[in-house]
């Protein structure tokens, strides 16, 4: 398995890797395989874990059959339970969740959404924004560590400014499930640079 070299899909049409995210420290592969094996279309499973540590680091892939393999499951399972846990699955396209990564190319042109409701997950959120806005690159919802219920808002990520500022505006006020979107700006006006954005979108520091 080590010389395969990664295979950059042309479209999204063409992914079939989930990216599994706020896995608990005890997730591992065998207990995924658990939960998807049964569908008959699983390929493989991987966790990512810190080089150093090996511990996990949260996010994990799933690779299916197909595409559509993939979508069934993702619009199947994502904001359900695990089994055995209060957690609810995390799923989206890994394409928008290998933002994860650190070493993300390209500027990032974020937004905040607020007064999202209960139900609202990455994907749904991505989608709404998606379907208006080609570049939209991912979304997150921010999510209480403990219980992994939703706070009610989160963050939209596109690659062209433009359409992030088109967005601002024209998606303010629009319904995203039962309730209608509040936008502003991601980042305080007196940003101190990628590191803030970073820990705002992470959910590390309160928006000011």
Same mark, same amino acid.
């Given at each position: 398995?080590?010389?395969?070299?990664?295979?950059?899909?042309?479209?999204?049409?063409? &992914?079939?890797?989930?990216?599994?995210?706020?896995?608990? %420290?005890? @997730?591992?592969? #065998?207990?995924?395989?658990?939960? %998807?094996?049964?569908?008959?279309?699983? @390929? #493989?499973?991987?966790?990512?874990?810190?080089?150093?540590?090996?511990?996990?680091?949260?996010?994990?892939?799933?690779?299916? @059959?197909?595409?559509?393999?993939?979508?069934?499951?993702?619009?199947?399972?994502?904001?359900?339970?695990?089994?055995?846990?209060?957690?609810?699955?995390?799923?989206?396209?890994?394409?928008?969740?290998? /933002?994860?990564?650190?070493?993300?190319?390209?500027?990032?042109?974020?937004? %905040?959404?607020?007064?999202?409701?209960?139900?609202?997950?990455?994907?749904?959120?991505?989608?709404?924004?998606?379907?208006?806005?080609?570049?939209?690159? /991912?979304?997150?919802? &921010?999510?209480?560590?403990?219980?992994?219920?939703?706070? /009610?808002?989160?963050?939209?990520?596109?690659?062209?400014?433009?359409?992030?500022?088109?967005?601002?505006?024209?998606?303010?006020? &629009?319904?995203?499930?039962?309730?209608?979107?509040?936008?502003?700006?991601?980042?305080?006006?007196?940003?101190?640079?990628?590191?803030?954005?970073?820990?705002?979108?992470? /959910?590390?520091?309160?928006?000011?």
């Amino acid at each position: 398995q080590h010389h395969h070299h990664h295979h950059h899909p042309a479209s999204l049409e063409e &992914v079939r890797t989930l990216w599994i995210g706020d896995l608990q %420290f005890w @997730v591992d592969e #065998s207990y995924l395989n658990s939960c %998807f094996a049964h569908t008959g279309e699983l @390929v #493989s499973i991987k966790i990512i874990r810190n080089k150093i540590t090996g511990l996990p680091e949260g996010y994990g892939f799933v690779e299916f @059959v197909s595409h559509a393999a993939a979508e069934r499951i993702l619009q199947t399972y994502n904001g359900t339970p695990m089994p055995g846990t209060e957690q609810m699955f995390r799923l989206n396209w890994a394409s928008f969740g290998a /933002g994860e990564r650190h070493n993300d190319p390209g500027p990032d042109h974020s937004i %905040f959404v607020g007064d999202l409701a209960p139900d609202v997950t990455d994907y749904l959120l991505q989608e709404t924004f998606r379907a208006h806005y080609p570049s939209v690159r /991912g979304a997150k919802v &921010v999510t209480d560590p403990n219980t992994g219920r939703s706070k /009610g808002y989160g963050f939209v990520k596109f690659s062209d400014e433009t359409e992030r500022n088109r967005a601002m505006t024209e998606m303010n006020g &629009v319904y995203c499930s039962t309730r209608a979107m509040r936008i502003s700006a991601a980042t305080p006006k007196k940003t101190t640079g990628f590191q803030q954005q970073y820990a705002v979108a992470k /959910g590390l520091i309160p928006l000011l």
